[in-house]
């Protein structure tokens, strides 16, 4: 697809007529050359680019991702677990290693937090949550022999591709799942052209590490490789038995995850199968749902302005596409596969939920390596993604993403500041219920688990942390005796869903409280400990349980 040699591979489908043409020395290349930035310059701006995204986020919104805190606190408890024999929550909770998805994530942040103190790996979250995409892209572009031109701008614009909805959902394993999927897609693309044993074991071990990371990247994976090879098949650029090879260590994945369930009996609960699909209103209602970050009409003007950069910078090419190989069409048909595939998957099914939104963030960047992949062949060097006026409006386009997302997280981080400052009141190995009163914006609920710092910061316990036995996807991780509590937003619910507050009242040491909340929908008689402007911290009365 990308790169003078593959086009002249023997396998692969010479350039169409009058391709050679477009080879002729133009005053109007040229004089884009002369104002190209240096690859110096290009570099350093990205890397400049890179480490203000990841200092700004981690000081604004690393700790309110939606559900990072509830992760983070799984790895705190992991850590003592695995380090310290259980001395905190030895008691409490229970893992037990298996080859399940999730189960990565969970090794590499346990281990962060052990070696580096939860800031410390917050800070290594943030910076591989926002680089992996950016990264596993350059790799793409380097794998397929991509004018070097167009690597500083394809990173830039990565970065903010970074910062979708998922990002603050918490979704970081997910957020790696994407990156990999480009990865694997990378190597498979290198296979094709020159097969070796090593870079074959290389791939293998991708995809388990990728299975291991997210079970989405199996889905991905095999959308992405599976339709990339029928479209080389067509174009017999490929060979059935390459791709069959390709495609064996996705179905392996596949498999063992069938047999996971007779391998360890820990993941034969029963989840509820609820399905909802959505139709197709809804389908075309969010289509932008992955963009949408904290004001819709702002971030989608954020999304056009992303497109029309994009634009900008493969005009040129873009103007005369009949002269474009066949291979360059790649990344637009992925894009369509993947479109095809949120019609077809549902909402939710089950406690996933998301389902279908999640193949929109690859539409984009199949959009962004295609423009890259039209500066090919012989004219490469015709590339203007180099320009200082490309490069310049890539600069401007992200400091704007970068200040919109920082105005918005300023009001949420000095929340977060006040909440965990009353958690100093709890004292550790205590049982605390949480109660979130907030409501759903747009795409998250709003400091729905930062609850989980009761773990982090207080050693105490929570009913709510992400486990096996609460029929999530965490089937390594359970625990060992779940107290009774209400669903975590209970609160919010229309009608209100009924708590059992005398067994609250005999659980529960305190109840932490989110502000603003209506006191008389706290069934049971309770005194102020301590209160500010996030939260109130409340303790049963001794009486609270009693006839229980």
């Known amino acids: 697809m990308l790169g003078q040699s593959i086009w002249f591979d023997k396998q692969i489908e010479l350039l169409p007529e009058g391709r050679m043409a477009d080879t002729t020395t133009e005053a109007g290349p040229m004089s884009w050359r002369s104002k190209a930035a240096s690859p110096a310059a290009a570099l350093l701006l990205a890397v400049v680019a890179a480490a203000v995204y990841v200092i700004a986020l981690y000081q604004y919104s690393a700790l ?7 992760h983070l606190a799984r790895a705190v408890v992991l850590a003592d677990l695995w380090f310290l024999h259980g001395s905190h929550f030895g008691n409490a909770f229970q893992f037990q290693a298996m080859a399940y998805p999730y189960i990565a994530g969970d090794y590499l942040l346990a281990i962060a937090v052990e070696v580096l103190g939860p800031r410390g790996a917050t800070f290594l979250w943030t910076a591989l949550a926002v680089l ?6 350059l790799f793409y572009l380097r794998a397929m022999e991509a004018p070097a031109s167009s690597r500083a701008f394809i990173f830039l614009v ?4 970074s910062t979708d909805a998922f990002f603050f959902l918490g979704f970081i394993n997910f957020r790696f799942a994407i990156a990999l999927t480009v990865v694997a897609l990378a190597l498979a693309q290198i296979l094709r052209r020159r097969y070796s044993p090593m870079l074959f074991v290389i791939y293998c071990l991708t995809i388990a590490f990728g299975y291991l990371m997210h079970l989405g990247f199996v889905v991905f994976a095999a959308a992405a490789i599976g339709s990339s090879g029928l479209f080389r098949l067509w174009r017999r650029a490929t060979s059935l038995g390459r791709e069959l090879c390709l495609l064996v260590p996705i179905a392996l994945a596949v498999l063992w995850y069938g047999l996971s369930q007779w391998v360890y009996p820990a993941t034969r609960e029963a989840i509820p199968t609820h399905f909802v699909w959505g139709g197709l209103h809804a389908k075309f209602r969010r289509l932008d749902w992955a963009f949408i970050r904290f004001d819709e009409p702002v971030d989608v003007l954020f999304l056009v302005a992303f497109l029309m950069l994009l634009l900008w910078a493969a005009r040129e090419r873009l103007r005369r596409p009949s002269v474009l190989p066949i291979l360059t069409w790649e990344p637009p048909l992925l894009a369509v596969v993947f479109a095809g595939l949120y019609l077809a998957l549902p909402m939710a099914f089950g406690d996933p939920t998301y389902l279908d939104v999640r193949a929109l963030t690859c539409l984009p960047v199949f959009a962004a390596l295609w423009c890259a992949a039209v500066f090919t062949g012989p004219s490469a060097a015709a590339s203007h993604m180099d320009s200082r006026a490309v490069l310049g409006g890539a600069t401007l386009f992200l400091a704007a993403n970068l200040c919109y997302l920082c105005a918005h997280l300023t009001t949420e981080r000095n929340w977060l500041g006040q909440y965990r400052a009353l958690l100093s009141a709890i004292p ?15 795409t998250r609920f709003p400091y729905l688990h930062v609850n989980s710092f009761v773990v982090v910061d207080r050693q105490a316990m929570v009913p709510y942390l992400f486990a096996g036995d609460q029929g999530q996807p965490m089937k390594y991780f359970r625990y060992r005796n779940h107290p009774y509590a209400p669903h975590n937003t209970w609160y919010t619910f229309t009608p209100p869903q009924p708590v059992d507050w005398p067994t609250v009242g005999c659980t529960y040491d305190y109840l932490l409280v989110m502000k603003p909340f209506d006191a008389a929908r706290i069934g049971l008689p309770t005194k102020v400990i301590a209160q500010n402007s996030s939260a109130t911290l409340l303790a049963p009365d001794g009486m609270a349980c009693h006839g229980k």
């Open 64 to 70: 309110l991702f939606q559900d990072y805190p509830n």
């Open 132 to 137: 992996s995409l950016p990264c596993a892209m």
């Open 158 to 161: 990565a970065l903010y591709l």
């Open 428 to 442: 550790s190995a205590t049982n605390v219920l949480p109660i979130y009163t907030g409501v759903h914006e747009l």
